[in-house]
């Protein structure tokens, strides 16, 4: 009958060849995706079946010589042409209704951000978001993650407009470079001057957790020092020290939390970064970042500790897959340095 049903992440919809929308520059029929408000589910699949067929009626009425009934398909959003704003507020309406993947805190964190860079009061327009992210420099995080979020403003608002030649080759990995050695986050732990900030540090570089994850911690005050994290950006997980030596010599389970009135997980987090760097601009050496010393626990869990991967990712807080992505090539780098350093140390002869 002409209409397919396609999924787009968790949401269903329909492709089928239908006249230009109100509005649109084009003039001869083309392929199109129209947006249901249904979830992939049995109950979804079968609601999108009846939708399906609903359209390929209008498909033959429109064929036959009568007008298209957009409104029926189109309706509750705004028309083309409608400002940004009115297109970014229905959208957000969409987005929040999705509450068992998405959370204002996602939406104020990753999309608000992206959507203040458009004017508000402009036409949305497939040009208007393409020069938006080219505006952005390029191989960034910033570049990749407008395009993913534009592009589902476009795809929502109907814009026939493909961004994703344009997120750039952004690779996260690239960001993990220049680590401090475990000698040197020792010794920057014991120049940092305020005993709220030491614990902070302490507690980053010996159970590898989050910035935000501190306000949430607790140690258990007997070997082997467990540390419960009540919650966070993935939930409650308890964690092993390594070393577990630094948590005796620091005394972590003699929790000293700094004061905030900040309870977001991305505000929080920003707190501890700004609070460490004014300490390490007191350190001359301290030429590395809070998350580096999760970056450090990650990668010592696997060199130093020889963790399995599924033990690592579970300490972690995070899937295998983002471990390996994340980590491996890291992990990979300082285990042939090290095999390297013991096969010098071994060999005892005498070089030609």
């Not at 329909?14 to 199109?32: D, N, V």
Request: proline content about 7%.
């Amino acid at each position: 009958m002409g209409v397919s049903l396609r999924q787009r992440g968790d949401t269903l919809s329909l492709r089928a060849t239908l006249p230009p929308r109100p509005g649109s520059e084009k003039t001869q029929p083309y392929q199109q995706d129209l947006a249901l408000k249904m979830y992939a589910n049995p109950a979804g699949m079968k609601a999108a079946e009846d939708k399906a067929i609903e359209l390929a009626a209008d498909i033959i009425k429109w064929k036959s010589g009568q007008n298209f009934p957009w409104n029926n398909w189109i309706e509750g959003k705004p028309k083309l042409g409608f400002t940004c704003q009115s297109w970014i507020d229905n959208f957000k309406a969409e987005f929040l209704e999705r509450q068992e993947k998405f959370s204002p805190r996602t939406w104020k964190r990753h999309y608000q951000p992206m959507f203040n860079r458009l004017p508000s009061t402009a036409e949305l327009t497939g040009d208007l978001l393409l020069r938006t992210v080219l505006s952005l420099p390029n191989d960034t995080w910033t570049r990749l993650r407008a395009a993913s979020i534009y592009q589902q403003l476009a795809f929502h608002a109907g814009l026939e407009i493909d961004l994703r030649p344009y997120k750039g080759k952004y690779d996260h990995t690239d960001t993990i470079k220049n680590l401090p050695s475990d000698e040197l986050i020792a010794s920057v732990r014991d120049k940092i001057t305020s005993p709220r900030w030491q614990w902070v540090y302490g507690m980053l570089s010996s159970y590898g957790l989050r910035p935000h994850e501190v306000f949430f911690a607790t140690v258990e005050p007997k070997a082997p020092y467990k540390c419960h994290v009540a919650e966070g950006k993935t939930g409650a997980r308890t964690v092993q020290p390594f070393y577990p030596q630094w948590v005796e010599r620091w005394k972590l389970w003699e929790a000293k939390k700094p004061k905030t009135k900040q309870t977001e997980y991305g505000d929080l987090g920003k707190a501890v970064y700004l609070a460490m760097r004014r300490h390490f601009l007191e350190i001359n050496e301290a030429d590395f970042t809070p998350y580096d010393l999760r970056h450090c626990y990650a990668i010592r869990i696997s060199v130093v500790f020889e963790l399995p991967v599924t033990t690592s990712a579970k300490l972690m807080g995070h899937s295998v897959t983002e471990h390996l992505k994340t980590y491996q090539r890291h992990i990979d780098e300082k285990t042939n340095s090290r095999a390297v350093e013991r096969a010098i140390a071994r060999f005892d002869g005498v070089a030609p």
